[in-house]
């Protein structure tokens, strides 16, 4: 998986946009709906295709959303759209025709199987996840069932057979605590903007940021400090940080909120298009767009600016 994974605009900006998936032509989201279609009658479903939908006589509903950020950002083009949408299809149909694992699966493997997952708003129906923990606005954490072929969100009714909700939680934190690091990225500039980028097929790669601190000493060998991190997690696999030291932190937030917001779009399984700092587990907002939504601001509190001063006063003795 690469650092990068917004596939070019292989049409031109020119070309007329798709209304729903503006990173597709109009040609582009045509010929996708189609194959959509094509690959459900395949595997023997006639299906409604609408916008960002699709539903069958039963009443299901199937989105679209994160296969098509998945087709535009496969390298090889629309050539490969065939393959992609056929897999995921059959992945979907799997997952739905099969019994459900928490009636098949013993209560111990469930619970070894759990993972923390950090989600945002447009994640998760808030309605069916009342125990959701806010982390920061906009911005969850859940617990989800990892399976062979998909990933199931845990519904308040879900987990409640399954045991305490606090033990859960602490059980589904040492498992992601587990997690080998797939791949790490440094981003660097000439003037000496640096941060670290984890990244990985795992559907909870960014969620890693629930468990920073180990994650910062697999992947730098060294502890954080009380000062914390400036974190992002723009979609589910990729968790970008800059470890809080000394001034170099600045140009890092400048950094991290420009590939934060790029890394947001068009991306499947999207999460924040914002840079945080962490500090002991909790994470305060440090970039937002601008009123008119076409740019970035950095938006820092008392806190943050006494130790912004207190940094560059250091570097300055």
Aim: hydrophobic share 40%; net charge negative; glycine share 8%.
């Amino acid at each position: 998986m690469g650092l990068f994974r917004r596939g070019p605009k292989r049409d031109g900006r020119d070309a007329p946009r798709d209304p729903e998936f503006s990173f597709f032509s109009a040609d582009e989201g045509t010929r996708f709906r189609a194959q959509v279609r094509e690959a459900f009658a395949e595997s023997g479903l006639e299906v409604t295709v609408y916008a960002d939908v699709v539903t069958d006589s039963a009443g299901r509903q199937f989105g679209l959303a994160n296969l098509a950020a998945v087709c535009h950002n496969d390298d090889r083009g629309p050539r490969a759209w065939p393959e992609l949408v056929r897999q995921h299809v059959g992945m979907v149909l799997r997952t739905m025709d099969a019994p459900s694992a928490l009636d098949t699966l013993p209560t111990e493997q469930i619970r070894a199987q759990l993972y923390p997952r950090v989600v945002g708003r447009d994640g998760f129906n808030p309605e069916n996840f009342g125990y959701a923990r806010p982390l920061a606005p906009d911005l969850y954490e859940i617990i989800a069932l990892d399976l062979p072929e998909s990933v199931m969100m845990l519904t308040d009714e879900a987990l409640e057979p399954l045991g305490d909700l606090q033990y859960l939680r602490d059980q589904a934190l040492y498992n992601l605590r587990g997690l080998p690091v797939e791949g790490h990225e440094t981003v660097k500039d000439a003037e000496g903007m640096r941060f670290e980028v984890v990244l990985g097929d795992s559907f909870y790669t960014a969620s890693r940021v629930l468990a920073l601190d180990s994650v910062v000493r697999q992947v730098t060998g060294e502890q954080l400090t009380d000062d914390g991190a400036l974190v992002a997690m723009p979609f589910r696999h990729q968790l970008a940080f800059h470890a809080i030291r000394d001034a170099g932190m600045i140009s890092a937030l400048d950094g991290m909120a420009s590939f934060a917001a790029s890394s947001y779009v068009d991306t499947p399984g999207a999460i924040s298009p914002y840079v945080y700092w962490w500090r002991q587990g909790t994470l305060t907002q440090l970039s937002d767009h601008d009123e008119d939504g076409d740019g970035l601001r950095i938006v820092i509190g008392d806190e943050f600016q006494e130790l912004l001063e207190r940094l560059v006063a250091k570097g300055q003795e």
